[in-house]
Structures are given as structure tokens and as C-alpha cells.
């Protein structure tokens, strides 16, 4: 009789144990794609607001009359459904919006428009990136320091 309780609680465990093991990896694995698409996410930010730049340049440069010069959207459109999958509604709006407007050619009227709605935008995102992801956006020009050569520590 002991070893028959001793089987069936024995089993028992086992099942549980199993039960338990099996919910744990689970949520391990929930997690470990909740991060796997936040890190998606803050890439395809990161592309967007670094694209976004170029093209409201384009529209500046036909605004001032020196003609609509060469837009690319590649970027966008290779990162766009981790873009929108985490995207505040309103942001995504905003985003979409402008990749919209600005493909299409326009006068220079319409290109200072779209430059100032696309400055916009391109602040909104930048701002979501760093509060919410932890990006960080530089200055167009600070990668020079990747290339001077380091102070010698003797000099200080």
C-alpha cells in the first residue's frame, strides 16, 4: 500500500512538475519576445528618424528653388511593420502621414509645408525614441570624434 501511495504521489509531482516547468517557459519566452520586438521597434525608430532628415532637406532644397533633389524612402519601407507595431496611435499617424506627403513631388510652396510638417514630426519621433526607448539622436556632424585621435593622458 505505501509503495502505491508513494507511485501515485510520486506521478503525481511529476505532473505538476511538468505543469510548472512548462508555464515557466512560457513566460520566459513571452518575455524574451516582448524584448525582441522592443529592440525591433527602437531599430526601425532609429532608421525613420535618421531617414526623415534627408527627405525634409529634399524639400528644403525645391522650397529655396534649387530643385527637388533625391528622396529615398528605403528605409521606411523596409522597417515599417516593426514601426507601427508598438507606435503610439498618434505618433503612427503623424508618421504615416508624412511618408505619404512626402513622396510626391510639389511646388515649392508646398515643399516649405511639408519640410515644416515633416521638422515636426521628425521632433515627435525623436523625442518617443529617447523618453520611451532610450535612444539617443546626435548632431549630424558628431561622428568626427570616432576618427581624432584621443588626447594622450600624459597631456592633462
Sequence with gaps: MDQLVATLVGGAL????????????????QRRERRRQRERHAT???IVALELPGLGAA????????GLGQMST??????AV??????????ASDVAFVY???REPTS????????????AVLNA?????????GLKFLLTGQSQRWVEPKPDPKER
Aim: aromatic letters at 4%.
Design 82 to 91: 516593426d514601426l507601427y507595431s508598438v507606435l503610439p496611435e498618434d505618433l
Design 74 to 79: 528605403a528605409g521606411y519601407n523596409s522597417v
Design 108 to 119: 515649392p510652396a508646398g515643399s516649405k509645408l511639408i519640410a515644416e510638417k515633416l521638422t
Design 125 to 133: 519621433l525623436r523625442a518617443y525614441g529617447e523618453k520611451e526607448l
Design 14 to 29: 511529476a505532473i505538476v512538475g511538468g505543469i510548472v516547468a512548462t508555464l515557466l517557459l512560457s513566460v520566459l519566452e
Design 59 to 66: 524639400h528644403i532644397m525645391n522650397a529655396t528653388g534649387a
Design 100 to 102: 505619404t506627403i512626402v
Design 44 to 46: 526601425a525608430v532609429r
